[in-house]
C-alpha cells in the first residue's frame, strides 16, 4: 500500500499537538509567532495560518487580539468544571472592598456560580497561602486585587501553575509587571489628571501630593498629577510629594513628621492617594487649627463612604467599585465558558465634586 505523504500544514498541525501533549509548551504559554513558526519548518505563512486556524478550531489554541496565538487547556479534557469562582482581594470588609464584592457576587450568583472569598491584607506572604490553598480547591476561575502591586512578586510561579491546570486568571486594580494576564481597573492616571486639573483650576499653584509607593495605583495616579501640572506649566516640587507605604500608613500621618507638615506649609492644595489619607489629614490639620477648604483644599479618590464621614464632604474622585465588581464577573464567566480570552478594560473616572475644594484666595490670601 503507498503511504501519501501528509500535507505540510497537517505535519505543522500533528507537531504542536505532540508538543503539547508532552508537555514542553503549557496551558496559557505564547506560541512562536506565524513569521517564526513559517522560517523554522520552512513553509509559508498562509501553511502555518491554515494549520493554526485548524487547531484554534478544536481548541487547542486560542488567540488574543494584539498578543499573539496561546496554548489553550487540553481540548479533550473531559473533566467537569466546578462552579466554583475565588476572589482574592487585599481587604474584605471595610472602605470599598464589600461594594466590589457585591458587584461580582451580582453577577455570579445569577450564572448559578459559587464565590470562595479570600483576603491577603496586602501581605504577599498571605497572598501566597491563599493561592496554595486555592490550588488544592476545584475551582474554574481566578479573580484576584493585585497585592503591592508595584513591587517584584515572589508568587509569580503560583499564578502560572493556575494557568498551567487551564484555570483563567483576571486581575483587578493592577496585573504584576511579570504577567501578561487580563485586567479591569479604573484608568488611575487619568483619576490623578482630573484631581489636580481641578485644583489647577482653581487658581492653585502649590499643589502637594501624597501617593502609595507599594501599589501602581498610587504610581499611575501620581502619573496624573504630573501629566496635570506639565498641561499647564506647573513645577512639581519634590518638597510636596509624599510616599508611604502599607506598613507605615499610622508612622507617617502623626503630629512629629516633619516632611508632612513641611508638605502642608508649602502648599494651598494636596491631592490625597485615598479618602482614608484625606480624612488622617483633616485630623492633623485640625490639631494645627486649619481647616479643610479655607486654609488648605483637598482632592481624593475612591469615593468610599469615608468621603461623607468628616464635616467636611470629601471632593473625590469616584471608584467604580460595584461596576467594577461586576465586569470583573461578566469577564471571568467570558473566559471560563471561551467566549472572550483577554481583557484589557480600564474604566473611565468621575470627579465627584464636594465641599473640601474652593477657589484660591476666596479666603485667605497667597
Known amino acids: 500500500m503507498i503511504e501519501i505523504e501528509k500535507p505540510k500544514y497537517q505535519k505543522l498541525r500533528d507537531y504542536i499537538i505532540e508538543t503539547i501533549k508532552s508537555g514542553k509548551i503549557i496551558a496559557g504559554e505564547k506560541l512562536y509567532s506565524e513569521n517564526e513558526l513559517a522560517e523554522s519548518f520552512e513553509v509559508s505563512r498562509n501553511t502555518v495560518r491554515q494549520a493554526l486556524g485548524e487547531l484554534e478550531n478544536e481548541g487547542w489554541l486560542y488567540r488574543v487580539q494584539g498578543k499573539g496565538t496561546f496554548v489553550n487547556s487540553y481540548p479533550n479534557d ?44 496586602n501581605q504577599h506572604q498571605k497572598e501566597r497561602l491563599c493561592l496554595e490553598n486555592l490550588l488544592k480547591q476545584n475551582i474554574s476561575g481566578l479573580i484576584v486585587e493585585s497585592t503591592k502591586s508595584a ?25 504584576y509587571r511579570e504577567l501578561n494576564y487580563s485586567y479591569i481597573v479604573e484608568d488611575d492616571t487619568e483619576a490623578g489628571y482630573l484631581a489636580t486639573k481641578h485644583l489647577i483650576e482653581l487658581n492653585h499653584q502649590r499643589i502637594a501630593g501624597i501617593f502609595k509607593i507599594d501599589d501602581i495605583q498610587g504610581h499611575l495616579r501620581f502619573s496624573g498629577f504630573q501629566k496635570a501640572h506639565l498641561e499647564a506649566g506647573l513645577e512639581i516640587s519634590d518638597s510636596r510629594i509624599m510616599w508611604f507605604e502599607t506598613n507605615d500608613l499610622d508612622i507617617r500621618f502623626k503630629n512629629n513628621n516633619t516632611q508632612l507638615e513641611n508638605l502642608i506649609s508649602e502648599s494651598t492644595a ?55 465588581g461586576e ?30 475644594t474652593q477657589k484660591w484666595g476666596e479666603i485667605k490670601n497667597g
Do not use: W
Open 78 to 121: 473531559k473533566t467537569e468544571k466546578s462552579k466554583n469562582i475565588a476572589v482574592v482581594t487585599t481587604y474584605l470588609n471595610d472602605y470599598i472592598f464589600p461594594a466590589i464584592i457585591t458587584g461580582i457576587d451580582s453577577v455570579l450568583s445569577v450564572n448559578s456560580y459559587n464565590m470562595i472569598l479570600s483576603c491577603t491584607y
Open 151 to 175: 513591587l517584584p512578586n515572589p508568587n509569580i510561579n503560583l499564578y502560572r501553575k493556575f494557568t498551567e491546570l487551564g484555570i483563567p486568571v483576571l486581575f483587578i486594580h493592577g496585573c
Open 270 to 324: 494636596l491631592v490625597c492617594y485615598n479618602d482614608q489619607i484625606a480624612l488622617k489629614l483633616i485630623d492633623l490639620l485640625r490639631d494645627k487649627n486649619l481647616t479643610v477648604p479655607d486654609n488648605i483644599s483637598l482632592v481624593s479618590f475612591d469615593d468610599s463612604p469615608l468621603a461623607l464621614a468628616s464635616e467636611t464632604k470629601l471632593t473625590t474622585v469616584a471608584h467604580p467599585k460595584e461596576a467594577l
Open 327 to 356: 465586569e470583573a464577573g461578566k469577564a471571568i464567566i467570558n473566559m471560563i465558558e471561551r467566549k472572550k480570552d483577554y481583557y484589557d478594560l480600564k474604566i473611565k473616572p468621575i470627579l465627584i465634586l464636594r465641599n473640601s
